[in-house]
């Protein structure tokens, strides 16, 4: 798909005092104390790690970075998404887009939480294309009519608003990531909170969202009960890592708080889980990847600061660990 999430780039300005004695009042009047945050001073940009944020200040996101920016809710917070693969042509450059995706909430109370199935349609946008220098230069003079230009454009943009179909399926505590596979898309796999890991097929609720009209149904906050395909307790506390092989179909890996790692094989219509787990951390395995040419490797990445490569054919220790920082190790990815 043509349409990516992207981490919203933000600069920061200064709060005035009346915003900082603005708390607790109404979202108007926070809003309008914002605006007036805004109009106070210059933009700097916000660097995150270097720049502290005083008592007060906000920051605040510059649209003309983006081609389209809009949020939507499915309702809770939530920890993890992953895009949906879909059908419908991999070049996709012309608005409005369409887009499939599953999310996992955290819920105030365990019971409250689903997985959300959604699909996102009538996005809608401009396409900027790179202006030369010389040709900023030479056009200077009508940078007023050409703001007046974008400015309709922004305001015809935003009546078109994109329509948001959505199914809730229940599940057990907190979501704490969420994968689908890319060979089957229907088929998403879950971590959660309680320290099981879940495979689901969403077949039927992503042909539902599919068939959907140009508005969204009441039916749409239903929370529907469905039986995953496999459930497994093996893992001694919960996780967050987990990674479908994009080589072999259905292969799987899940690493816990614990440090422990457990492969996952297809069988038929259900998975063999590898009861002995994968040992090379010390601390909780924050993070996996399987590799992107090899599919029997995969890389995972610790609190404990390293970064283990192992081979599923050898025995169940890193083939390669790297002492890589000394901190925590979030996130690990291949160069493709």
Partial sequence: SALAFRWVAQSRRPASPSRRRARGTKKADASSSAAAAVASGPAKVWQPGVDALEEGEELQFDPEAYNYLRGFSIGWPCLSFDVVQDQLGLVRSEFPHTL???????????????????????????????????????????DSDSSSDEEEEEETNEDIKPILHLKKVAHA???????????????????????????????????SVADSGPVAHKEDDIIHNHVPLKIFNGHKDEGYAIDWSPLVTGRLVSGDCNSCIHLWEPSSSTWDVDTKPFVGHSASVEDLQWSPTEGDVFASCSVDGKICIWDVRTEKKPCMPIKAHNADVNVVSWNR
């Fill in 173 to 207: 505590g907190c979501v704490n990531r969420i994968r689908s596979m890319t060979q089957q898309p229907h088929i998403c796999a879950t971590w959660g909170d309680t320290g099981h890991v879940q495979v689901w097929d969403f077949k039927s609720f992503l042909n």
């Fill in 100 to 142: 499939y995706g599953v999310a996992g909430t955290q819920a105030e109370k365990a019971p409250w939480n689903y997985i959300g199935v959604f699909k996102l349609s009538n996005i809608n946008g401009k396409k900027r294309e790179p202006i030369p220098s010389s040709k900023v230069d030479a056009d200077s003079d009508m």
